[in-house]
């Protein structure tokens, strides 16, 4: 790296660039790219990065200076001798790039290529993922900088004019449909041919993501009129080209009880950051030894932030009921200037610079009178996905856990309940070593909220599912694992929705693979019996997974 920096870059599938020292000491934390980072270049002050997003990102210490996309994905980027830099994309095409303007390309040529991209990226715009009209309230980083955003239901094309200080109408952009993926006048998400091997001309069938392989290979034979024979073929050659499902969103289900659901709703819209892909089933309902379900060894957490603002808020309104408190818990101006600066800093990064004095403030939210605390909990969450503040409240954090537990009573309120269970939860991202420590606690108070609300069984699943993936790299005294699977025998009966169920399923499949003992237990308890049920799920992971299951508990 840096003559003047005794240390070495690294980059991740989560998005980041880490500067470490040669003593293995995180030094600086960069969210650089929202898809998986490939590649990272350094020379003097100023580091590069390529990523699956298609572009390649320039920045001087921890600030993006520049973008430049690319038509797919930069599988590699490198500083030249001569601070030209040059890039690898998946289209086969290395291209270098300059500051100095006698090497640069001819205008034409430079000119084409931006074509190119904007045509490109026409051809792959997903309306619901572009940024609103407010994302041009911030200024561009560039001269000729554009921008795509959705206006209502109109996607517009904006470029930043640095002479006049503001973004500039290009105009509508519409989007070009792909004619390969038109079948029959009906556009799908794939459209493959399929050679049956017999001699006969292709074939071509549509499949969008999520559809069941076994429906759509059966509603093509019956089109065709061939014969059942083809039906397995057809149907497995589907299963491994369609789009791959994931433990994803969770449908936001909590009703603040102190506040009403038109408010601040403590955890709304957490929803896990999607650590875990799972393969469709290759067959519904059909017994199989080909398990893609489990083990699963990644964690999940509960990381979006899109109400933490709204947690502020509430914060602030309780502070008003310590105006005249003699206990210390009123929050002065500057200290409420503090919480908004760690919420503005949440809202923008899980890996932001966390002061110790936004530590202090937070550690003194905590101290607030149970009622209270929730949205000093929903903070919490956040901090502890942060490493380096995670870090610095190892120390202080054991005073923490006995008012966790508390909250883990069935007389504990509701939002505290959840929220708790979101804290542990995330602890396994940077302290995964406190949660084992008090496992047993924690497990303990857990069948008491096992008839709490839809989002407190959701916590549960995740926290029971992350145990489940610890216990794979360490395992357990036999007494831990039957503890949570007495637990899961509970909780499979009830009405669950379908990203809890599948949850507690791939956590029992984590805790009994590959372990006879387990099978035995779950045998014994009928957990096989409970399973069958999810067999009917109209989720096919659901329905995938505990066919899995099922074959190994029979």
């Not at 459209?191 to 001699?199: K, P, Q, R, Y």
């Not at 509430?314 to 919420?343: C, G, T, W, Y």
Request: overall charge negative; charged content about 20%; glycine content about 4%.
């Amino acid at each position: 790296y840096q003559r003047r920096v005794r240390g070495f870059l690294s980059c991740a599938n989560d998005g980041t660039v880490k500067l470490w020292s040669f003593a293995g000491e995180l030094l600086q934390d960069i969210q650089a790219h929202a898809e998986f980072v490939y590649s990272v270049s350094s020379l003097g002050e100023y580091t590069a990065t390529s990523s699956e997003d298609r572009s390649v990102r320039f920045w001087k210490g921890n600030e993006c200076v520049q973008t430049i996309i690319h038509p797919s994905t930069v599988w590699s980027v490198a500083f030249l001798p001569n601070e030209d830099i040059v890039s690898g994309c998946s289209d086969g095409v290395m291209r270098v790039w300059t500051k100095d303007t006698a090497r640069m390309a001819p205008l034409e040529l430079r000119k084409v290529y931006e074509s190119g991209l904007l045509e490109n990226a026409m051809n792959s715009i997903d309306p619901s993922k572009l940024p609103g009209i407010s994302s041009l309230q911030k200024p561009g980083s560039s001269d000729k900088e554009t921008k795509i955003v959705r206006n209502g239901n109109i996607v517009e094309c904006y470029q930043w004019s640095a002479e006049n200080n503001e973004w500039l109408r290009v105009g509508d952009v519409i989007n070009v449909v792909d004619d390969s993926k038109v079948l029959d006048g009906k556009k799908y998400d794939n459209v493959f041919e399929i050679d049956l091997g017999d001699g006969s001309p292709m074939k071509k069938i549509g499949m969008n993501d999520g559809d069941d392989p076994w429906l759509v290979a059966q509603e093509f034979l019956n089109k065709e009129d061939l014969s059942q024979f083809y039906l397995d073929q057809v149907a497995n050659f589907l299963a491994k080209n369609v789009k791959k499902v994931t433990i994803g969103e969770a449908t936001p289900m909590y009703s603040d009880p102190m506040t009403g659901s038109s408010r601040y709703i403590p955890g709304q819209s957490s929803a896990p950051v999607v650590s875990m892909d799972i393969e469709k089933p290759t067959q519904q309902h059909k017994k199989t030894e080909n398990n893609e379900y489990f083990p699963q060894r990644n964690y999940l957490f509960f990381s979006a932030h899109q109400q933490i603002g709204a947690a502020c808020k509430k914060i602030l309104e309780f502070n008003q009921k310590f105006a005249n408190d003699k206990i210390s818990h009123h929050l002065i101006e500057e200290e409420v200037n503090v919480v908004s600066s760690l919420v503005s800093k949440l809202e923008s990064s899980n890996q932001a610079n966390i002061t110790e004095e936004d530590l202090k403030i937070l550690w003194k939210l905590l101290s607030w009178p149970q009622e209270f605390i929730f949205p000093a909990y929903d903070l919490t969450r956040l901090v502890l996905l942060n490493s380096t503040a995670a870090s610095k409240m190892l120390n202080s954090i054991s005073f923490l856990i006995p008012a966790l537990i508390s909250d883990l009573s069935k007389s504990a309120p509701a939002a505290n309940q959840m929220l708790a269970l979101r804290i542990f939860t995330n602890m396994f991202s940077n302290l995964v070593d406190v949660v084992v420590v008090n496992e047993e606690k924690i497990v303990n108070c857990l069948p008491e909220l096992t008839h709490g609300n839809k989002n407190v069984t959701l916590s549960i699943a995740t926290l029971v599912f992350n145990l489940s993936v610890y216990f794979l790299s360490h395992p357990p005294q036999f007494d831990r694992k039957t503890q949570l699977i007495a637990l899961l025998s509970e909780l499979l009966p009830k009405e669950l929705e379908n990203e809890t169920a599948l949850r507690l399923l791939v956590a029992l499949g984590n805790l009994i693979y590959s372990d006879q003992t387990s099978q035995k237990l779950s045998k014994e308890l009928a957990v096989g019996d409970l399973v069958k049920k999810y067999l009917k799920s109209s989720d096919p992971r659901v329905a995938g997974c505990a066919s899995s299951l099922s074959f190994l508990l029979s």
